[in-house]
């Protein structure tokens, strides 16, 4: 069999940075996709990777990443990763240009892609039996919360696009898989939520024990792709064990409780 090639979108930091590592460590050709050039340059220098500079909620430069992976080679998965969140207000009171930002990055921008290389996941079956969809979506999009607003009805979105995806592409040999974080610690996600404020987005993790990391959420990736090509993980929810719900979190140090204390 050739070298297997994965497309992973949102890849200049985070969740879609991680990924690329992993798909590299394990042997794959990597096509890195973000807007941001001098990062993906960065990375394509330290993993070997390649990369596309693209803005996925521009048709044009989903219509460029097609041509060029058309170009360059098979593609046996990929993974839509690209999104993110902002603001925390409520539906009443927050920022219909917010929401409109959340459903171009999380809903829209992942049809496009979608649909766009969908016809190259079909010629990638051929090297190896079967080829994946990836996407990367939250609990949020299952779990309602409080303040989770624009961010709540996107993901959902995100979620009934893969549902209906899986249903369309029954009795073919693609796997569409979700993998719907939870609390996830990285550099740029809560950041961009508050609007870039630093000390607002690093209190969301304070005195939580061990939240999730970038990493963590790539080898759930990389495992599902990996399993046997008759074996589709359909929907797999990673949480750290702090975290019971969106809106439930421990704080401090987890310990058993005994007796009266539950």
């Known amino acids: 069999m050739s070298v297997l090639r994965v497309v992973v979108t949102g890849a200049s930091s985070g969740i879609g940075e991680a990924t690329v590592r992993a798909f590299r460590a394990a042997g794959w050709e990597v096509v890195g996709v973000a807007r941001r050039e001098e990062r993906l340059r960065a990375l394509a220098e330290e993993t070997g990777a390649s990369v596309f500079v693209a803005d996925l909620t521009q048709q044009a430069d989903v219509d460029a990443l097609r041509d060029h992976l058309e170009r360059t080679g098979p593609v046996h998965a990929l993974v839509n990763n690209a999104g993110g969140a902002k603001g925390l207000d409520s539906v009443e009171d927050s920022d219909l240009d917010d929401w409109a930002w959340m459903f171009e990055v999380n809903v829209l921008a992942l049809k496009r892609v979608t649909s766009a290389l969908l016809p190259l996941l079909r010629r990638g079956v051929a090297g190896r039996g079967v080829a994946d969809i990836v996407n990367v979506t939250s609990i949020a999009g299952h779990v309602a919360y409080v303040g989770g607003g624009g961010y709540n ?33 990285t550099e740029e996600f809560a950041l961009v939520r508050f609007g870039g404020d630093r000390e607002r987005a690093d209190a969301v993790y304070d005195d939580v024990p061990d939240p999730l990391v970038a990493d963590d959420i790539a080898a759930v990736i990389v495992d599902a792709v990996l399993k046997p090509r008759h074996v589709d993980l359909d929907l797999i929810v990673v949480k750290p064990v702090a975290q019971a719900a969106p809106y439930r979190v421990a704080k401090g140090a987890l310990e058993v409780r005994t007796g009266n204390d539950h």
């Open 153 to 185: 009805a996107a993901k959902f979105a995100a979620h009934a696009l893969t549902e209906v995806l899986r249903l369309e592409l029954n009795g073919e040999p693609l796997r569409v898989i979700e993998v719907a974080p939870g609390m996830v610690k």
